[in-house]
């Protein structure tokens, strides 16, 4: 089946520590997205890519780093620069940037103890 | 740079009541209106949308409309069910700006 797998599915960190969660497409879409969603905050752009190889940051790119070598896959690193990292993570695809609709994975939700 | 606001950030309604949520916009250069649905656990599906140069628009027991001149744009469900019982949210882009999503809407549909 075609889509967005996202994993893992729940992580836990400790504080000070990197962590990356993966995302991974086959719906052969030039363009991805990871968002941040926080209780009653709605879904916030972390970083985006219009195509491979190529990446911008959101309106809170701050204490993350993402790649794009391939064009299924665009990984986020939570660093430990994130001052607030425990949130729900969704990343998204679409055929081209800002084309229509985003289909989402099913979510990381980070917790840092 | 864009901003969108959604009201109300909780509804409840009656099984088989409609259910309105509403959201403004503040950069006219938006033309791109999607609404998603978000069930609990899960990642938002877009359930309906709409462009600028379209006032209304209607897919079974869901609508849209949209007023560019006021920036506002409106989600309508009608003969609700307790399957619709999920957070909406709207969003707006245009141009070469990336989605911006409201805060979302928890709806409650009470059987």
């Known amino acids: 089946d075609g889509g967005i797998t996202q994993s893992p599915k729940y992580l836990f960190r400790k504080e000070g520590q990197n962590v990356t969660l993966s995302c991974e497409q086959n719906?052969?879409?030039?363009?991805m997205y990871w968002y941040r969603q926080d209780p009653g905050q709605g879904l916030r752009l972390i970083y985006y890519s219009q195509i491979v190889n190529d990446f911008q940051k959101g309106d809170i790119a701050e204490g993350y780093s993402v790649s794009r070598e391939k064009k299924e896959s665009f990984p986020l690193t939570v660093t430990s620069a994130q001052k607030n990292p425990t949130a729900f993570y969704l990343c998204?695809?679409?055929?081209?940037?800002?084309?229509?609709?985003?289909?989402f994975g099913e979510g990381s939700r980070l917790t840092v103890l | 740079g864009e901003n969108v606001e959604q009201h109300p950030s909780t509804l409840s309604v009656q099984e088989g009541d409609s259910a309105v949520i509403k959201c403004t916009y503040s950069d006219s250069a938006s033309n791109y209106f999607p609404w998603y649905k978000q069930e609990l656990g899960k990642g938002p599906q877009l359930i309906i949308d709409?462009?600028?140069?379209?006032g209304e628009k209607k897919d079974q027991r869901i609508a849209v409309t949209l007023n560019k001149t006021a920036k506002h744009f409106s989600l309508h469900i009608t003969e609700t069910q307790p399957e619709d019982s999920a957070v909406y949210f709207c969003?707006?882009?245009?141009?070469?700006?990336?989605?911006?999503f409201g805060k979302g809407t928890r709806l409650s549909v009470i059987a």
């Open positions: 709409i462009r600028s140069n379209v």
């Open positions: 969003a707006a882009s245009g141009g070469n700006t990336p989605l911006v």
């Open positions: 998204a695809s679409s055929i081209g940037y800002n084309t229509g609709e985003l289909f």
């Open positions: 719906l052969n879409h030039d363009a």
